[in-house]
């Protein structure tokens, strides 16, 4: 026994006399600033985190030093040839199109070329140059993405409905930013004026991020402040042109958009804070509501606007503070606040494609006055031995005021843990796993979801627990696999179930990286989607309590090839994919109550009070395609360069297009009263499904010469083949009813359409930046969604100013 201590004694005197005290700082190779959180781990045990002034001290035993920190190249460094140095390791940004960080595909930060499954990453110059006003008109760039009536779309994995049950998760900073009560993001509120970058993950994503990722993920990355202080004003004034039919405009003048976003960051010792502020007042690109009756414009909010739809007026406050702790390495305590106040009008249908194109039809337009914010404390702490434990929370608070007396409230409460562990440390190399447990509450009230509860209030609770192991062979293989058990009582009703994933990526070659994978999925319907009941003129929404949740499989497999030409470098890349569905819900306009025709009956009001939308599972459905996508960016000679550019085909057919999902009283809408996804079709070749576009196309191309700056952007969306038969069905029958134009137009754009935005901008000396940024260059007249119009072209001219202050000696 005395012989087995004396043993361990001298053990462990042998392994602290091997090891080397190493001590010294960490800057950016380029900008020479200190960085903050900085790891270091040493190849024989040991590690830290660099403090507020970028200093670490560490016993270090093995014979190398490694740092590593989110957007920067990894380096790793002999301890001799530290010893000889003087204590200052240089570490330089992952800027190339060969090394871009991501972390929305594993939870933490990895090269984009080693993930499994496919992403796209834009950066926040896209977003500036284009004059981003909300965050879904930067997404439409993106290869693969179309965003419907403010829905999002992957990969033609959604539909049309009604802005209720995303499929696609939107995170901010790993924050879920779907409203409780719809499951819909509000474009609004995202901070576009402090984008670091936008990660789009695309496939199923549920073992990571749960119900809603059911077809991809698009997170938002805001940036914390540097040593430097910084502040940008940006101000913008946009000018509708007038529509290219004459006939279309029947109000003075031009409609008007109005900006400016202000942001500050700085860092003060050991405490980073930003604040940030957005104000808009958007015209719109609709005509002024009028008075079916009387014809009268309606004056809305503002009696000085009576010849002004007036949009969307909002103003938003975002701020954020980060504290490091001066005692304990490694902690840090977060608190961020966003809030958004609008007042807005939204058009579900135009009033007639012929003469009013830009007008709403009789109720269909509806204003809203909406107050929405957040408060999210966080507390993240990184240990020495690769081990990082996080714990996120947030109150979020919506009160939408409609006009229809259809208003809604909902308070969402959310929590999770996750835990992750670089194994390294312990002597498994290249194991990195992650666990966590979320927990969200949602608590929805109002008129409008009396479809669950007679006084109109639904609770929802979701409890969800996952793991996920990446490991590293080799240097060269990337294996990643996961679990995700999650369940959801919604008024009581429980339902749950676990779904797993599982990818490879390999290095075939330098830069020529194959990829697979195979990912569930499973998403439960939202309070709105189940218990929803309201009305938007002569249509109707109808609650479906019985609706069950969707489930689906994700398969895919790709490869990323680099290249370099000169001094410009990038990728492309190539997909195969396919999606299947399980109960797949789907928004649907049919008949949905019965009519019984008696004499004397006005048969017209009784379609009205019967004829609508509802949420139901019409059973099983699939996806297949692919995608070809290209990055790129370099110097060309003295000019630089930056591409972003893609195609993706999308097969999107129902399997089960006989399958009976509900009832109907009339055989007008339907054989034999049977509602299936064959009679309520208005194209069934090739049973693709509703509301989607096949093929898409996106291109993006800047120059940078100087301080000049001139780019493009294209985008293509592929004629929509299919939606819902009954809207034909109305206009040709009860054109007294419904007669918005529907039939013709369609007809009349069967080749799809083509959008073209251009921008020119210069960068003068001491900060200052003017632009000018032309959306829909060609002013065509275009709709993605049948029966809503988009915007004619606009002049928009920005002013930007940045003050970046002093680094402190």
């Not at 190339?96 to 930060?109: D, I, L, N, P, R």
């Not at 006939?247 to 976003?261: E, H, I, P, V």
């Not at 195969?576 to 009001?605: C, D, H, M, S």
């Not at 004619?792 to 002013?799: A, E, G, K, N």
């Amino acid at each position: 026994m005395m012989f087995r201590c004396l043993l361990i004694v001298l053990l462990t005197l042998s392994i602290h006399s091997s090891a080397q005290q190493v001590k010294g700082y960490v800057k950016d190779e380029q900008s020479k600033e200190m960085i903050i959180g900085a790891v270091l781990r040493c190849s024989g045990g040991g590690g830290t985190v660099t403090n507020s002034e970028g200093f670490f001290a560490l016993d270090c035993t093995g014979d190398s030093l490694i740092v590593e920190y989110i957007g920067y190249s990894r380096k790793a460094l002999a301890l001799k040839e530290f010893s000889r140095g003087d204590g200052i390791i240089s570490i330089a940004p992952m800027m190339t199109a060969f090394q871009t960080v991501v972390v929305s595909a594993g939870k933490f930060e990895q090269d984009i070329n080693e993930v499994t499954v496919s992403m796209e990453v834009l950066k926040p110059d896209l977003v500036h140059d284009k004059n981003t006003v909300s965050a879904e008109d930067i997404l439409q760039q993106t290869p693969g993405v179309s965003i419907v009536d403010k829905e999002p779309q992957i990969r033609g994995g959604s539909g049309y409905s009604f802005g209720a049950g995303s499929r696609v998760q939107i995170l901010v900073d790993d924050m879920p930013a779907l409203s409780g009560d719809a499951g819909r993001p509000n474009w609004d509120y995202l901070p576009v004026e402090n984008i670091s970058q936008i990660e789009v993950i695309k496939g199923a994503s549920s073992v990571l991020y749960g119900s809603a990722a059911l077809s991809g993920v698009i997170h938002f990355r805001t940036a914390y402040p540097g040593a430097v202080p910084k502040t940008v004003v940006q101000l913008y004034q946009g000018v509708f042109d007038s529509p290219r039919s004459s006939a279309s405009k029947y109000w003075q003048g031009n409609l008007m958009r109005t900006g400016a976003n202000v942001f500050h960051g700085q860092r003060s010792g050991n405490i980073d804070w930003i604040i940030s502020a957005n104000f808009v007042g958007d015209d719109g690109h609709m005509g002024p509501v009028k008075d079916t009756a009387t014809g009268a414009f309606d004056n809305g909010y503002n009696p000085f606007t009576a010849d002004r739809y007036a949009a969307n007026t909002r103003g938003r406050v975002t701020g954020s503070i980060r504290v490091r702790s001066k005692k304990i390495e490694g902690l840090s305590f977060s608190l961020a606040s966003n809030w958004n106040m609008s007042n807005s009008m939204g058009t579900l249908i135009w009033e007639n494609s012929d003469t009013a194109l830009y007008g709403a039809f009789a109720g269909s337009a509806t204003r809203t006055k909406q107050l929405l914010g957040t408060v999210d404390p966080s507390v993240s702490y990184f240990g020495k031995k690769g081990g990082r434990h996080v714990l996120r929370t947030r109150w979020q608070s919506l009160d939408n005021d409609n006009d229809n007396n259809q208003g809604n409230f909902s308070d969402q409460y959310y929590g999770e843990y996750q835990f992750s562990q670089d194994w390294s440390e312990w002597g498994i190399s290249g194991l990195r796993s992650t666990v966590g447990a979320a927990s969200n509450s949602t608590y929805a009230r109002g008129e409008l979801f009396k479809g669950g509860n007679p006084d109109g209030r639904n609770t929802v609770f979701n409890r969800a627990a996952y793991i996920q192991l990446d490991q590293e062979l080799l240097k060269k293989i990337h294996l990643s696999g996961g679990a995700r058990f999650e369940q959801f009582v919604m008024n009581g009703v429980k339902s749950e179930r676990p779904v797993y994933r599982a990818g490879m990526n390999v290095e075939l070659a330098k830069y020529t990286f194959f990829r697979s994978s195979y990912g569930q999925g499973y998403r439960f319907p939202s309070v709105a989607e189940k218990f929803i009941v309201t009305g938007v003129g002569a249509i109707n929404i109808f609650a479906n309590p019985d609706l069950v949740p969707e489930t689906s499989v994700n398969m895919e497999a790709g490869i990323r090839q680099g290249f370099r030409i000169g001094n410009f470098m990038g990728f492309a890349d190539v997909s195969l994919f396919r999606q299947e569905y399980e109960n797949f819900i789907e928004f649907t306009f049919a008949l949905w109550e019965k009519i019984v025709f008696q004499p004397g009956v006005n048969i017209e009001e009784l379609f009205r009070r019967s004829l609508g939308f509802k949420s139901v599972n019409t059973g099983k459905a699939r996806v297949d395609g692919a995608e070809f996508s290209l990055t790129g960016t370099g110097q060309m000679g003295k000019v630089g360069l930056d591409i972003l550019a893609g195609y993706t085909y999308t097969q999107p057919v129902s399997l089960t297009p006989n399958q009976v999902y509900a009832k109907a009283q009339s055989s007008d809408l339907s054989d034999n009263g049977d509602i299936t996804y064959l009679n309520t079709s208005s194209d069934t070749t090739g049973n693709i499904l509703k509301y989607r576009m096949q093929h898409l196309v996106r291109a993006d191309v800047n120059l940078r010469y100087l301080g000049w700056s001139l780019g493009g952007s294209f985008r293509y969306n592929s004629h929509m083949q299919n939606i819902d038969k009954a809207f034909e069905f109305l206009e040709e029958n009860l054109p007294t009813v419904f007669n918005p134009g529907i039939i013709p137009w369609r007809a009349d754009h069967k080749k799809g359409d083509y959008v073209v935005d251009t921008r020119v901008s210069y960068t003068f000396k001491g900060g200052h930046r003017a632009a000018l940024v032309i959306s829909n260059l060609l002013n065509r007249e275009y709709a993605i969604r049948p029966l809503a119009i988009e915007e004619p072209r606009l002049f928009t001219f920005q002013y930007t100013f940045t003050f970046q202050g002093k680094e402190k000696s």
